[in-house]
């Protein structure tokens, strides 16, 4: 056992060192002075009587004794050193619904392997991460596929945080990623926390869930011939065809929401004049110099009429302003999802037929992420991962902000107790002096 703050537990000590002291220097009764009207009284002899001073109250002195180290001790906060092991593992477990039909079970099994120790620590993630402390090889056993997206940003948190906790109980520890690994389950942050991993990571890949739409190329479009959108896409070659995902450039009707919510489709609804659902009127509209939607940005004055109301939830922002406001919006809807497009398109100049305008519209042609699940990463991009060299040194990740200290209640409540006590045995004690009067009127020490 270790304290965090020993200084007051030092204190305590010194305190209860001082009670000792203070009951045994008082061995005797104060001297008294005689009253004036001493002297009216005939002389006579005073009998003394001498004892040597024997301790009294050792249980009340042991008490008090007791809380001040007591009460030290809470104050110092105590932690229980766990015993020492070679290796400590954290195992991060995709669950969602990335993973392929049959390949839950192998998610399963490697994880059950790799958590070896009771200690070891599983994070199960989807879109978000949950941490397993307890049992964690039992509950690997259970796990089930979700339908919701795979995100790795949160789960490699959750598992710096977890190695953070248990590093005091290994000299190393082995992080490990359980997952079909999909381009959309990485985000713009995911490089950034991989790079907070002083080791490598033990990656085992999982089939993926085989998506019709991982493989789409193209959309369907409904717009006039005359529209920018429509010129763009010949421009830049996408294919228009019968695809999971149709843009609706007028007005969307009820049957596109319905063919959307139907399958693993997308509905992009990009009005050619006027807000998409959802959006209202800005109060002052501006010009923004440029907009992004995923790996594609459009670099040229655009006018921003419209905000997104406060009142809608999105799933995913598609697309954002320069400014970082969004420009597009996912929506899940049924099996499918369902995009709200606020950007309007010039008119006039050559914006529309330039290669970079192409790019961004095959952004925003792309299948929802929700519904997509994306390419897996490519064999040098996972090897990139998973990085080289030894696993992480105990002394390399960074301890906790926080520690827990579960003896610290325990210790508060058997102080009060004792001070409960110590009331009890103080009103119960015979006092420590008694009097007694001889025949001449003189007070003796007994």
């Known amino acids: 056992m270790s304290f965090l703050a020993p200084i007051f537990f030092y204190i305590g000590l010194g305190v209860a060192a001082g009670a000792i002291a203070l009951h045994f220097i008082v061995t005797r009764q104060p001297t008294s002075s005689p009253l ?44 229980i050193l766990p015993k020492r092991r070679p290796v400590a593992r954290v195992v991060l477990a995709d669950v969602s619904r990335a993973v392929g039909d049959g390949a839950i079970a192998t998610v399963r099994d490697s994880a059950r392997a790799l958590l070896r120790d009771e200690r070891d620590v599983l994070v199960v993630f989807d879109s978000a991460a949950h941490v397993v402390r307890r049992n964690a090889a039992d509950s690997a056993s259970h796990l089930a596929r979700t339908e919701r997206e795979g995100r790795l940003s949160p789960a490699l948190i959750a598992g710096l945080r977890a190695a953070s906790e248990i590093r005091s109980s290994a000299d190393s520890i082995e992080l490990a990623v359980i997952s079909p690994f999909r381009v959309t389950e990485m985000d713009g942050a995911t490089s950034a926390l991989r790079a907070l991993w002083p080791g490598r990571v033990h990656v085992v890949r999982v089939p993926a869930r085989g998506d019709s739409t991982v493989l789409a190329t193209g959309f369907s479009l409904r717009a006039s011939n005359d529209d920018p959108v429509v010129l ?33 489709r997308t509905l992009v609804r990009w009005p050619a004049a006027g807000a998409p659902p959802g959006w209202v009127a800005r109060a002052r509209p501006d010009t923004v110099q440029a907009v992004v939607a995923g790996e594609a940005a459009l670099v040229t004055p655009l006018e921003r009429r419209w905000q997104l109301d406060t009142a809608v939830r999105a799933t995913r922002v598609a697309a954002r302003w320069v400014d970082g406001a969004p420009a597009a919006i996912d929506r899940a809807v049924g099996e499918g999802c369902i995009r709200d497009v606020a950007i309007t398109v010039p008119t006039r100049g050559d914006v529309m037929l330039r290669p970079a305008f192409g790019h961004f519209l095959r952004a925003l042609g792309a299948p929802c992420e929700s519904v997509a699940g994306g390419p897996a990463l490519g064999d040098a991009e996972l090897r990139a991962f998973a990085g080289t060299g030894a696993l992480a040194a105990q002394s390399a990740i960074k301890p906790p902000d926080t520690v827990a200290t579960p003896l610290v209640p325990w210790l508060i409540a058997a102080a009060l107790a004792l001070a409960l006590l110590e009331l009890l045995v103080r009103r119960g004690s015979a006092p420590r002096w008694s009097a007694a009067v001889d025949d001449a009127g003189r007070e003796e020490a007994a």
Request: glycine content about 6%; charged content about 20%; cysteine-free.
């Open 36 to 79: 004036p009207t001493v002297r009216f009284i005939p002389t006579s002899a005073v009998r003394v009587t001498t004892v040597s001073p024997v301790p009294e109250d050792l249980l009340l002195l042991l008490v008090r004794v007791l809380i001040a180290i007591l009460i030290g001790a809470a104050f110092a906060r105590p932690v």
């Open 232 to 264: 763009a896409a010949a421009a830049d070659g996408v294919p228009s065809r019968d695809s999971v995902v149709r843009i609706v450039r007028g007005t969307a009707t009820a049957e596109d929401s319905a063919w959307a919510a139907a399958g693993r």
